[in-house]
T-cell receptor, first 114, second 111 residues
Framework: NAGVTQTPKFRILKIGQSMTLQCTQD?????MYWYRQDPGMGLKLIYY???????DKGEVPNGYNVSRSTTEDFPLRLELAAPSQTSVYFC?????????????FGPGTRLTVT | GESVGLHLPTLSVQEGDNSIINCAYS??????FIWYKQESGKGPQFIID?????DKRQGQRVTVLLNKTVKHLSLQIAATQPGDSAVYFC??????????FGIGTKLQVIP
């Protein structure tokens, strides 16, 4: 299993540009998450999904959108990039089985908005 | 511990010594806790977890202790190795999909 994969690894955007961060998992996990990690800060939840077709906002959803058309994929969309969105973005998944809360993380996407 | 500005708390340990990393959690209703390890440039990786009905759990070279009275969690790493150098952070599950991650502690292993 490849686990959770993310593309791209790095990206530089200009203010106002758009982009999609890709996330795929091959573990047949129901639950998927997007986090951002800023220097010296804990992971902040942006959006999550409990299954295909179901998404919900996390702690910091403004400026982002997600979709979940398949179990495997959970892309994160930035419509109008702002410098405040400069961060490292992590996608994660977990099985959803009762009592199992361990999340498996991807390697991250480092985004800079200038 | 809490960070000040952009600086993570750092723990420097001699190779072979034991390491103890602490975490204060915020929600007395949290029922599940996880420790993650994050190496530079990588995503967090699960180390060990513990439920609120336990006060100690052991894994391979790692032990997690939970003190619910003072809302404190600790991770003990035995015989610390250079490969243990990373940022370690705890996470608490306080409700449906409500997982809160701590800021983290940087562990530096001195060869």
């Amino acid at each position: 299993n490849a686990g959770v994969t993310q593309t791209p690894k790095f990206r530089i955007l200009k203010i106002g540009q758009s982009m999609t961060l890709q996330c795929t998992q091959d573990m047949n996990h129901n639950y998927m998450y997007w986090y951002r990690q800023d220097p010296g800060m804990g992971l902040k939840l942006i959006y999550y999904s409990v299954g295909a077709g179901i998404t919900d906002k996390g702690e910091v959803p403004n400026g982002y959108n997600v979709s979940r058309s398949t179990t495997e994929d959970f892309p994160l969309r930035l419509e109008l990039a702002a410098p405040s969105q400069t961060s490292v973005y992590f996608c994660a998944s977990r099985s959803g089985l009762a009592g199992l809360y361990e999340q498996y993380f991807g390697p991250g996407t480092r985004l800079t908005v200038t | 511990g809490e960070s000040v500005g952009l600086h993570l708390p750092t723990l420097s340990v001699q190779e072979g010594d034991n390491s103890i990393i602490n975490c204060a959690y915020s929600n007395s209703a949290s029922d599940y806790f996880i420790w993650y390890k994050q190496e530079s440039g990588k995503g967090p990786q699960f180390i060990i977890d513990i439920r609120s009905n336990m006060d100690k759990r052991q894994g391979q070279r790692v032990t997690v202790l939970l003190n619910k009275t003072v809302k404190h969690l600790s991770l003990q790493i035995a015989a610390t190795q250079p490969g243990d150098s990373a940022v370690y952070f705890c996470a608490e599950k306080g409700g449906y999909q409500k997982v809160t991650f701590g800021i983290g502690t940087k562990l530096q292993v001195i060869p």
